[in-house]
Structure formats: C-alpha cells, structure tokens
C-alpha cells in the first residue's frame, strides 16, 4: 500500500461544481496569506491574498477565508473549469522577524469532465 | 515578453559536478529568490537578494552560491553535486522585501535538475 506523505492531498471535483481547498497554517503571528496556483510545469502564481485582520476576501471566482482562531485558511473556487486542475498552495509571512513566505504543503485539484 | 526567465529549463548530470542556472527577470524588481521544490512538491525559499545584496540564507549547504551581477540577475551555483539536490529550482522577483504586506512575488517556469 502507499504511505502517507508520499503523494499530495488529492481533490477531485466535477467540473461546474464548486471546491474547497484547506490549509492549516503554523504561525499565530503571519501577518498575511496567499493562495498559489502550480500549474503542471510551471512556477507557481499568485491567486488571490488575505491580510490577517480580514477574514474573507472575494476574487473572481475565488474566495479565500481565514479563520485564526484555529489557523486555518481555506480556498472556494466556483464553478470549477478544467484550467483549474493544478497544485494550491497556501503561504504565510510574518512582516516581522525572519520576514520569509513560507508555503504550505500542496492541494492537487483534479477536474472530472 | 517572459517576466522571470530561467536557463536552462532542464539539466541532467553527475554526481561531483558543478553546474549553473541563470534567472533574469525584466519587471524592474529589486528583489530577486531562490526557492527549492522538492519531489513531493515542498516549496522551500533558499536566499534572496536585495540590490545585490543577501537577504535570505536559509541554512543551505554552502556548495549553493547565488550571485547576483545586477538587480535584475540572480544565478545559482551549486558545487559538488549530490544525489539529494535533484529538485526543481524556481527563481521569483517582487518589488520590495520579501515580508511587506502586499509584495507579490512571480516566479519563474523553473529548472529541473537531476543528479545521476
């Protein structure tokens, strides 16, 4: 059987519907989060961001809700397209101290036509 | 039009080697990164530069050496490699330091080392 950590968290999703990717987040003190997108190939690009003192910001088709009472951010994309199968990612940084994007571990969305 | 570019996009080579990757970004940024993404996808900041000057050094082996000619280069040098550098490599650039609020980092396509 595989072993956990060997893969990345999967989502599979119709396409049309709606998905929700996760992230728990280390740091009480992140001053600020991003969602990244990695497409297969690709660097990584900037989605959608949330400043700490926010708990909902809204894009175009995106939402990205945070909630630091339990240091958890989470990604709503609507109506799911193909072009949206890529790896997510979520990142933290601090503006004090080491000063440093730190990233998450990856999302793999997949859409099922 | 490419904003971050990276060469070579591929490299394959031995063990002990030394090998280099170049990264230019033509968005007038200041400050220019070196990130590691490993087999499982861990994206994991390396250094970064400021003008020219180290930022960042994230407890890499020092076979790693960045340089930066000007603000608008950022190459990586890696002496003697190991099997345990095989990894993508992603260079980024944005505007000011890294730990501003708002300070969008675009990254490159990335480079693709593999070591026999």
């Known amino acids: 059987g595989e072993s956990v950590g060997l893969h990345l968290p999967t989502l599979s999703v119709q396409e049309g519907d709606n998905s929700i990717i996760n992230c728990a987040y280390s740091n009480s003190a992140s001053d600020y989060f991003i969602w990244y997108k990695q497409e297969s190939g690709k660097g990584p690009q900037f989605i959608i961001d949330?400043?700490?003192?926010?708990d909902k910001r809204q894009g175009q088709r995106v939402t990205v809700l945070l909630n630091k009472t339990v240091k958890h951010l989470s990604l709503q994309i609507a109506a799911t397209q193909p072009g949206d199968s890529a790896v997510y990612f979520c990142?933290?940084?601090?503006?004090?101290?080491?000063?440093?994007?730190?990233f998450g571990q990856g999302t793999r969305l997949t859409i099922n036509p | 039009d490419t904003a971050v570019s990276q060469t070579p996009k591929y490299l394959v080579t031995q063990m002990g080697n030394d090998k280099s990757i170049k990264c230019e970004q033509n968005?007038?940024?200041?400050?220019m990164y070196w990130y590691k993404q490993d087999s499982k996808k861990f994206l994991k900041i390396m250094f970064s530069y400021n003008n020219k000057e180290l930022i960042i050094n994230e407890t890499v082996p020092n076979r790693f050496s960045p340089k930066s000619p000007d603000k608008a280069h950022l190459n990586l040098h890696i002496n003697s490699l190991e099997l345990g550098d095989s990894a993508v490599y992603f260079c980024?650039?944005?505007?000011?330091?890294?730990?501003?609020?708002?300070?969008?980092?675009?990254f490159g396509p990335g480079t693709r080392l593999t070591v026999l």
């Open positions: 949330i400043r700490s003192n926010m």
């Open positions: 980024a650039s944005s505007h000011g330091l890294q730990g501003r609020l708002d300070n969008e980092q675009f």
């Open positions: 990142a933290e940084i601090t503006v004090r101290g080491a000063q440093k994007l730190v």
């Open positions: 968005l007038g940024h200041d400050t």
